[in-house]
């Protein structure tokens, strides 16, 4: 049975995956474009999706409201 923390835990692990999809393909896009001035938003998105894969594994390690706070930071 699902307890509200683990419902809370749930939604915010789906809603990271999905937005570390948008990056993922943003950056698939960036890659195939051979402009050099997208180094900048490469590095940038890189860091998003890192930052998101770090909560991802925190939010299913040890959920906690200071990893739900993270995790809608990132999504904002």
């Not at 419902?7 to 999809?21: I, M, P, Q, W």
Request: glycine share 0%; hydrophobic share 35%; net charge negative.
């Amino acid at each position: 049975m699902f307890n509200s923390n683990e419902s809370e835990r749930n939604e915010l692990v789906h809603r990271a995956k999905s937005k570390k999809a948008e990056l993922e393909s943003k950056m698939h896009k960036l890659m195939a474009d051979s402009n050099d001035n997208i180094s900048e938003s490469k590095k940038e998105l890189e860091a998003k999706i890192d930052k998101l894969n770090h909560a991802i594994s925190e939010a299913t390690d040890n959920f906690s409201e200071k990893v739900a706070e993270k995790i809608n930071n990132i999504l904002s």
